[in-house]
């Protein structure tokens, strides 16, 4: 990546040795002021330079300079002589140098003095001054830069002292305060290299809760190598010199492991508190001594790095009462579990991983040593960090790694050897972790790398409990380790971890492993005569194999083997399919997807089978040619294994829970004894299009699927069926009643009978449903009794044909929030609203037969969305329909009998909530003032209305973003519009003569302007052939104000990205490296960054010539420009470019595609080109030969340059441009247009305010 900085602020200091250098005039303060500020630093453990000799001479020693040069904080004391002494002088010299080279920060103290007679050198300070002048009568420059040392520093921001300010030892108190903020400050400079950690540390400082008097604990957890340790100790360095005693023990898993190593922490931690290193504590315990007394009396920040044991915790922090309030306790540990004995859940820190962008950085400072990487070595760069995923430890390793990597095939060798072989450091760091965990989770954890990545945990714990391990509380162990993460219900393991893992069960060899998931390792065994006794667990991809042959699969002899996972291929060539197959009697887990047989194996016994899944399979009529003794199954799913027409016998699988028979379109008929089935909760038999009876359901059973099938009629045992939450009969359309039992399911939430269609009554719904949804059935009314389902919230009538209207208390359901009524086609009226609904939100009445609207809507109070499109018959609409003053849909389109809407009445609240308004296709010839000047408005629809103008109130409308005017065949007038308007369509305004400038409001609303990424504009007029020349002129003199306000605010908005880019990249790539012209797109390559190569804005207009305010003109299809110098500046936004097309009247074109081929040519001869297309939609009518097109467009000068250092230094060096436009049309065919004439338009930030001045004038 390319750094961020033109020039560097400050050269790269010595590096730092001292905290704070002193300046200051012994005979005056060595003694006395100057000894008490020493004093109070060190104690603070502020590493502080005092020379302490005696002034000689005129010289100062080197050794002086270089500890001025080698601190971050210079203190200069002035007092009464320290203008007396050259050597005081000379100090200050160099000291301010520093400030200008280095940034040294710089405090002044005027310490009995004025801080005006040292800036105006008044008093002793003058006196000395010329007593200097007669003594350097040859060194006036010399004594010139003293004085002007003198006042620069007298006017920077410091203390004074005097007897008016209080004690000295308050004074000294404040002074070491603002230092200490100045060090914790300056610490980010510190953190070089450790990208995105200074977030980190304010999370963790704001836990500390350093304003509190209580002990605290702060626990840091997080997996091996993403940064713990080094995260502590920076907070430790920060945030140590606020207490009297602090204690960072490292590596207390591993001393604890060593014979006494505990005690030894133990004492250690005593005595760096107390700073007693004649503490000896023989125990493992402090007890009641008067070691506990003086802990209790010494505040101390502790830390506790790379804990996993309680244990440790015990001996090492013991109760809260053993340090003094006010003591913070920090634990880092791989092992959340341990945490959370001694720490507070909301006080435990999870280190996350380093997003995308830092890890680029970080692994580029390794990489590269803060150089720039070039283009070729970009994407594999980010190929090896989506690899690493942000673990810091493993980013510096592997960047390390390819730091002496010459070539990019080097690079790209030993990326592929990393995959292949990763690195020991990194095994080795993160195996840790695994060595700690006990049996059950170690089996575990290999499991999930092997084979269960990114699954459902809940399906996953189901596999391990078949496989003999104890899921729920291993897979806790492993969360709280850091080794797997849990996200929405998935496993995610880093691919590092999963790798690791893989690695460890491939450390044996192939014989004597329990696990297979390489493909090639399976074919092997599978090919292998001998016996596999160990193997226990299989995952094989078949495709993997499509140079291997494997006519017959012989997993029998691996008599140990219970879970057995195959994706088989379909359809894929070169793979060899098997035709016979042998399975072990050890199968507890059976996964086949595609299974290419025609029945198991009549040798393969499953007693103990607790899953079977073999969905797409090839099965034929049966499953087993016998029956079987499956008396362990629990799981069976036969998914759309079309073939199958009878159920397995699963009379003796007494232990079933779920059945899965979806998609089995051939089977007829489901078992009787289905009912004896007691623990089946789940039985899913949708699709099954064969089916039209249905046995009695067991007891227990609480989801029945059978959506799409051939059901007629529903037992009643399954309709009045207590245990049912889910009933899915979804579109059963030979269903033509339910059960009348007073019973009714225990169905909760969503009740479903859509697509119905032979269903036209039913009784009463279920009590508990929030949700019903009776779409595309034959219902003619809905039962009243549905105003006792309280809680209901959602009704969907949708292509209910034969529903004419609703029962009156409907409006009962007050719980109610969506009501969709849309393509009821003979619908004819809502019933009165007597009172307010404050829930309903959401009304659908499109495609009824509603003729009216009744007043009584303005009771729907709380209604955002109303959509009335296609109400063909819809006449009237009240007045009342204002008062919906949260509404923000209104949707009128394709009511052709509408011709008028009432006038909003100057005692209503308004439509003060509207968004969007469609009135497409209406009758209506006016728009009430009151609606499109709305504040809120962003969607106005007009098209093929006749309305003959648009009230001037619409320029208030200030959000406006979208105008369609399209085939307003009577509109004749346009008037100004609101500045923000993004899109506007009035094409086929065949009428339309007048257009209003909206230059005013576009430079007034200038600053308004929103910009995002992908924005586009256009602006349409075309087929508006009455457009007299005032209007054309002013459309044309609004597009050079929309691209020049688009263009600008492009160029705002990617300034911006970059800075913040850089912002992020500074404390990470020496300045040094940065060069502004190397930080372009290479760098800036974002998702915003793709959006930006989309933002355009482009107008139509019908008309014959370029508009006057393109600079470069040309007949025909191209046009060349001779560049001027330094054309390519820091403000150049681009070419706005314009066209000329002619048409064949006889083809109209309902859409365009226009080429631009640049070639750019250098002044030393080297060329580049590039071809960007615009696509436009378009209709252009028969009487309309010609149209004028302008457009700018921000992506031509972002693309990569091969050979080039960037496109920014390429751009530079080029002196001119060709240009070639070609315009093909589509309609029925495609064809190419005549390119009349063609202008570019070189567009500069600079011009924009001249081009806004002009239009004030």
Request: charged share 25%.
């Amino acid at each position: 990546m390319n750094s961020s900085s033109s020039s560097p602020p400050f050269a790269a200091p010595l590096e730092e040795k001292y905290d704070v250098f002193l300046s200051f005039r012994g005979e005056d303060t060595r003694d006395t002021f100057t000894s008490h500020l020493h004093a109070a630093l060190l104690r603070k453990k502020i590493e502080t330079y005092m020379d302490r000799r005696l002034e000689k001479g005129d010289n100062i020693e080197p050794a002086l300079l270089e500890a001025i040069e080698k601190s971050k904080i210079s203190v200069v004391i002035f007092s009464k002589n320290y203008a007396s002494s050259t050597w005081c002088l000379k100090e200050l010299v160099h000291i301010l140098e520093c400030k200008e080279r280095y940034g040294q920060i710089v405090i002044p103290i005027f310490y009995g003095i004025d801080p005006s007679h040292v800036r105006k050198q008044q008093g002793t300070y003058a006196l000395e001054g010329i007593q200097l002048k007669k003594r350097f009568k040859g060194s006036r420059d010399e004594v010139v830069n003293w004085r002007a040392a003198l006042e620069k520093a007298a006017n920077m921001s410091g203390f004074h002292h005097s007897s008016k300010t209080g004690t000295a030892a308050d004074f000294v108190e404040k002074v070491v305060q603002d230092i200490l903020t100045k060090l914790n400050r300056e610490s980010s400079s510190d953190l070089k290299g450790l990208v995105g950690i200074e977030r980190k540390i304010e999370k963790i400082e704001s836990l500390l809760c350093l304003s509190s008097p209580c002990v605290w604990c702060v626990g840091i957890w997080g997996m091996a190598g993403i940064g713990k340790t080094t995260l502590v100790d920076a907070v430790f360095h920060r945030q140590s010199s606020k207490f009297e005693g602090y204690c960072f023990l490292a590596n207390v898993k591993e001393i604890s492991e060593q014979t006494g190593g505990l005690n030894q922490l133990l004492n250690k931690l005593v005595r760096k508190i107390l700073k007693d290193k004649y503490i000896t504590i023989d125990t493992l315990s402090i007890g009641q001594t008067s070691i506990q007394a003086r802990l209790r009396r010494t505040k101390a920040l502790i830390v506790l790095d790379d804990v996993n044991a309680s244990s440790q915790l015990e001996v090492l922090v013991g109760d809260h009462d053993r340090f003094c309030q006010g003591s913070r306790i920090i634990i880092t540990a791989r092992d959340k579990g341990v945490l959370e004995e001694k720490v507070d859940n909301e006080k435990i820190y999870e280190v996350e991983g380093l997003d995308f962008n830092e890890a680029l950085q970080l692994f580029h400072s390794h990489a590269f040593k803060n150089k720039s990487p070039t283009t070729d070595y970009t994407q594999l760069s980010k190929a090896v960090v989506e690899y690493v995923k942000g673990i810091p430890l493993a980013l510096k390793v592997m960047g390390s790694s390819f730091l002496r990597c010459k070539s990019k095939q080097e690079w790209e060798d030993q990326w592929n050897k990393l995959k292949r072989f990763p690195s020991e450091e990194i095994k080795k760091a993160l195996r840790v972790s695994y060595d700690g965990l006990e049996a059950n989770e170690k089996e575990i954890f290999l499991d999930i790398a092997c084979f269960h990545k990114d699954e459902n945990v809940d399906d996953v714990k189901r596999m391990l409990y078949i496989r003999g391990f104890y899921g729920e509380i291993g897979i806790k162990v492993l969360i709280d380790r850091s080794l797997i993460s849990i996200w929405e219900e998935w496993i995610e393991m880093h691919d590092l971890l999963q790798e690791m893992g893989r690695a460890i069960v491939r450390e044996q060899c192939i014989e004597e492993r329990s696990r297979l998931f390489i493909a090639e390792d399976v074919y092997q065994v599978l090919t292998n005569s001998q016996r596999a006794a160990t193997v226990q667990a299989i995952f094989f991809d078949w495709s993997k194999i499509e140079k291997l042959h494997l006519n017959h699969a012989n997993f029998e002899k691996m008599y140990q083997l219970r879970w057995l996972r195959v994706n088989y291929p379909r359809f894929q060539k070169n793979i060899t399919l098997i035709d016979s197959l042998d399975l072990p009697n050890s199968l507890s887990y059976l996964e086949w997807e595609r299974y290419p047989l025609k029945s198991l194996p009549s040798k393969f016994s499953p007693e103990n089978l607790v899953e079977l899944h073999m969905p797409f399979s090839e099965v034929g009529a049966k499953l087993w040619n016998k029956d079987q003794n499956l008396i362990n199954l629990k799981v069976i799913s036969l998914r759309s294994c079309y073939d199958l027409t009878e159920v397995p016998n699963l009379s003796r699988s007494q232990k079933i829970e779920w059945i899965d028979l979806y998609g089995c379109h051939r089977l007829v008929e489901i078992p009787s004894y289905f009912k004896y089935l007691d623990k089946l909760t789940n039985l899913e038999l949708g699709k099954c299009r064969e089916l039209k009876t249905l046995p009695d359901m067991p007891c227990n059973v609480e989801f029945l699927g059978l959506s799409r099938t051939a059901i007629e009629e529903l037992p009643s045992s399954v309709w009045s069926h207590e245990k049912i939450s889910e009933l899915d009969i979804r579109y059963c359309r030979d269903l033509k009643s339910l059960p009348s039992s007073s019973r009714k399911p225990n169905v909760s939430g969503t009740f479903s009978l859509c697509g119905c269609k032979s269903l036209c009554e039913f009784p009463e719904l279920p009590r508990n449903t929030t949700v019903v949804d009776l779409s595309k059935t034959g219902i003619k009314e809905l039962p009243s009794s549905i105003k006792f389902v309280f809680g209901l919230t959602t009704i969907k009538l949708v292509a209910c044909k034969s529903l004419v209207s609703l029962p009156m208390n409907i409006w009962n359901l007050k719980s109610l929030e969506s009501l969709d009524l849309s393509r009821c086609s003979n619908f004819q009226h809502l019933p009165k609203i007597s009172e307010p609904m404050e829930h309903l939100e959401f009304l659908n009445l499109s495609g009824t037969a509603v003729e009216e609207l009744l007043p009584s809507v303005g009771n729907l109070v709380a209604l955002q969305y109303l959509d009335l499109h296609k109400c063909k018959n819809l006449e009237v609409v009240p007045n009342s329909i204002y008062n919906l003053s949260n509404l923000k849909t209104l949707w009128f389109n394709g009511c052709s009998e509408l011709k008028k809407l009432p006038p909003v009445l100057i005692d209503q609240v308004g439509l003060v909530s509207l968004e969007a308004l469609n009135l497409a296709k209406c009758s209506i010839v006016e728009i009430p003032d009151g609606l499109v000047c709305l504040t809120s408005l962003q969607y106005l629809n007009l098209r093929e209305t006749n309305i003959k103008s648009i009230p001037a109130s619409i320029k208030h409308a200030a959000h406006l973003s979208c105008l369609f005017l399209t085939n307003c065949k009577s509109l004749e007038s346009l008037p100004e519009l609101p500045p923000l308007l993004q899109h506007l369509e009035a094409h086929g305004c065949t009428s339309l003569k007048t257009v209003s400038s909206s230059s005013t409001a576009l430079a007034q609303g200038w600053g308004e302007y929103i910009f995002y990424p992908g924005l586009h504009e256009n602006y349409i007029f075309s087929s508006c052939t009455k457009l007299d020349q005032n209007a054309q002129s002013n459309i044309m003199v609004d597009a050079q104000l929309r691209i020049m306000r688009m263009a600008i605010a492009w160029s705002k908005f990617k300034e911006e990205q970059i800075e913040q880019a850089s912002y992020d990249s500074d404390d990470d790539y020496d300045s040094e490296d940065y060069d502004s012209d190397d930080y372009d797109s290479d760098d800036y390559d974002s998702e915003e960054n793709e959006m930006i190569k989309e933002t355009s804005v482009a107008i139509t207009c019908c008309g014959y010539e370029i508009p006057n305010w393109f600079s470069h003109q040309s007949e025909g299809s191209s046009i060349n420009i001779k560049l001027p110098p330094h054309w390519f500046s820091s403000d150049f936004l681009g070419f706005a470019l314009s066209l000329v097309i002619a048409f064949n009247k006889d083809h109209p074109r309902l859409f365009m595609l226009i080429r631009c081929k640049y070639n750019f040519k250098t002044s030393n001869g080297e060329s580049h080109e590039i071809n960007r297309p615009l696509y436009l939609h378009t209709n252009i009518g028969s009487s309309e030969l010609h149209q004028v097109y302008v457009w700018w467009s921000n992506n031509v000068f972002e693309e990569v340059v091969d050979g080039a250092q960037s496109p920014t230094a390429f751009y530079k060096l080029v002196t001119e441009v060709y240009v070639d436009f070609s315009v093909l049309g589509f309609a029925n065919k495609q064809e190419e247009l005549e390119v009349e004439k063609c202008g570019i338009c070189l567009l500069y930030a600079q011009d924009a305010e001249s081009i806004k001045k002009r239009i004030f004038i």
